[in-house]
């Protein structure tokens, strides 16, 4: 298994929790690493992509101002700091990997983890 996320579980709403992926990549920090999301009966969604240096990150307008993406490459660690939650946060959030991603689309990463169930009440 290349990818391991962690951190997922209950939540009510305006609490924070942290997500985190461990990556076993030969040259992790060459990776492009991004976090999508699915609920229920919804397609995987983008939510955050963090540059293979760090430098660079993206957010996805829903969740902009409240989630943070950092890395450690020394640890191979990609984490998910989310604050704010609202029920509408509940999904699975995967972790991804890719290498020369242009825009952050699913197509463009090659390599997931199973997911981490993030439950969000009101």
């Known amino acids: 298994v290349q990818l391991v996320e962690s951190g997922g579980g209950l939540a009510q709403a305006g609490d924070s929790l942290r997500l985190s992926c461990a990556a076993s990549?030969?040259?992790?920090?060459?990776?492009?690493m991004a976090w999508f999301r699915q609920a229920p009966g919804k397609e995987r969604e983008f939510v955050a992509v963090i540059s293979d240096g760090g430098a660079s990150k993206i957010y996805a307008d829903s969740v902009k101002g409240r989630f943070t993406i950092s890395r450690d490459n020394g640890k191979n660690l990609v984490t998910l700091q989310m604050n704010s939650l609202k029920p509408e946060d509940t999904a699975v959030y995967y972790c991804?990997?890719?290498?020369?991603?242009?825009?952050?689309?699913?197509?463009?990463?090659?390599?997931w983890g199973p997911g981490t169930q993030v439950t969000v009440s009101s």
């Open positions: 991804a990997a890719g290498l020369t991603v242009g825009t952050p689309e699913i197509r463009n990463f090659k390599v």
């Open positions: 990549l030969h040259l992790f920090s060459m990776y492009t």
